[in-house]
């Protein structure tokens, strides 16, 4: 049982190469076509750090949206973990990652927005 309602996070089976790792802590990305370690084909994984609240949500699903549009095959993954989300050096919510790279922190991006983020890569 858990206290004041909070739901235990569910584990998921890695969606991306990145998560296969062996730690906690994103892996160095050197460049866009390589994330960790690994050469990959334009965007191989995106995340939303947050904390849960409105805005963290709307990013989240402002993301998905722009995903969809661009008809990129990627799930769009929303964590909320405090410690895989300080892993990242992420210090205001919400924040994009894209190919284990910060791309964004503190502010809600609009679709549009997150479309040039991710095209530029």
């Known amino acids: 049982m858990s206290l ?3 739901k ?3 584990l998921k089976q890695p969606t991306c190469c990145c998560e296969g790792n062996s730690g906690n802590e994103p892996a160095e990305v050197k460049s866009v076509s390589e994330c960790c370690g690994k050469p990959v084909e334009g965007i191989c994984c995106i995340k939303v750090l947050g904390a849960g609240c409105k805005s963290c949500h709307q990013l989240y699903e402002n993301v998905k949206k722009a995903v969809s549009n661009l008809g990129i ?3 769009v993954e ?3 973990d405090m ?6 050096g992420a210090m205001s919510m919400p924040a994009l990652v894209v190919n284990e790279k910060v791309v964004s922190v503190g502010k ?3 679709e549009s927005e997150v479309m040039k983020l991710i095209d530029d890569r």
């Not at 410690?83 to 990242?88: A, D, G, H, I």
């Open 73 to 75: 095959n990627v799930e």
């Open 8 to 10: 235990k996070e569910e």
């Open 83 to 88: 410690e895989k989300v300080m892993s990242y």
């Open 108 to 110: 809600v991006l609009k």
């Open 4 to 6: 004041f309602g909070k």
């Open 78 to 80: 929303y964590i909320t």
